[in-house]
């Protein structure tokens, strides 16, 4: 069972540097405050979640409550729409967070969540509790980056860096209708980059400015939203499970009448035990009940019809939506934090314990030394199976520090050509979780990897 209690972020952080899962952005000029790059195995690591998400909501749906296969379409809309759109949606007079500034350390902070800062001055106090604090009054400060398209900057010409993509969904519903052959109910899933200019940006990726989002808008009979929002609640948390998550590290939180969005009648988290998490758990997805706010609030504002025809029952209505949200970029962090593994007995005293189906490197193939013949039986091997899935392979170093480097990297399985290999074509796999190695046929082990792949739990 994983358990993120006793993990230490900064190691997390440390590795994730180390082995090229994340980087500061713009490091080499002292980076940039709220934002990341992704390296090389940690771009790999978010297409595999996302890649998974749309595959399980797009290609192949989950099966309703009533035994039918859903329906759920894919957009990707502009990162800049009109600005009207964001009028409409409350984003441009009620997307705030209150802020305060602490005139002693000339730092900000948010006003609602006091209690989840050290003060800088005195690390082992939170923010307002040192005697040094002096704290201006709560103001409110929009998280929307602002911009301006085309060659004059006025107000004419405002435009703003989208906040979540959920917008652009509701944007396209008239044209998805009117260009496929859909019906209620009935989905729309996109994954996009997003931004807020948030106010403290904090805890590595958990908080950023710039992040990308997977969101699915389930636009249903007003009558029958009740149904699809707990359907949605469980279909979500499952996929979450399936990539890996224990579900012990798992909860769902519904949220209070106070913190409701505006546009929200319910909302449940789906909340993580993050390692840094001073409450113990925080967000990773919220399924909201929307109800027919968006659309209603599009149609005023566009003047354009909006509502569904029901064929079947000769009437008209604004659709219901459920809306499960999350952050393709936070369930990186989630499944970082639930695969580090630490291991004494190992020598890189840690391996990265991801689902198979989620580790960016699948297998590495290494020869034992790097003569006798074995460099170029490995490379053929490893070309056979890049074809199909990501490969390592590497010619450097020890096997002992081959292998290490891939238990950081979460590689399930590791082939090395040996000197038997030439006489019995025959190579050693190695095991990640295990430790375990067995001789297997080289020309059995494209199976092997498809079949574990397939079947791994």
Known sequence: MADTTGKSMDD???????????????EIYGGINGFWDYGPLGVQLKNNVRDDWWRNLVDCPPTGPDGYPLQIMGVDSAIIQNPR??????????????????KACKARFRADQMDEYECPLKPS?????????????????????ESYAGAVKDDSSKVYLRPETAQGIFLNYKNVLDTMRVKIPFGIAQIGKAFRNEVTPRNFIFRSREFEQMEMEWFCRPEESPKWYEFWKSERLKWWISLGVDKSNLQLRDHDQDELSHYSTMTVDIEYKYPFSASGFGELEGIAHRGCFDLTQHQEHSKQKLEYFDQERNERYIPHVIEPASGLTRGVLVLLCEAYTPDDSRPSKLYMKFHPRMAPIKAAVFPLVNKDGMPELAEKLYLELRRRLAVEFDVKQSIGKRYARMDEAGTPYCFTIDGDTLNDQTVTMRDRDTLEQQRIGIDKVGRFLAEQLATAQ
């Not at 997390?12 to 713009?26: D, E, M, Q, T, W």
């Not at 106090?125 to 980056?145: A, V, Y």
Request: glycine share 8%.
């Open 12 to 26: 997390i952080v440390a590795l994730c540097k180390r082995r090229g899962f994340v980087y500061p952005s713009s």
């Open 85 to 102: 759109t964001w009028e409409a949606s409350g984003h441009v007079a009620g997307f705030n967070d209150p802020m305060v500034d602490c």
């Open 125 to 145: 106090k939170k923010i307002g509790q040192h005697d040094k604090c002096d704290l201006t009054e709560p103001r409110q400060f929009n998280l929307m980056f």
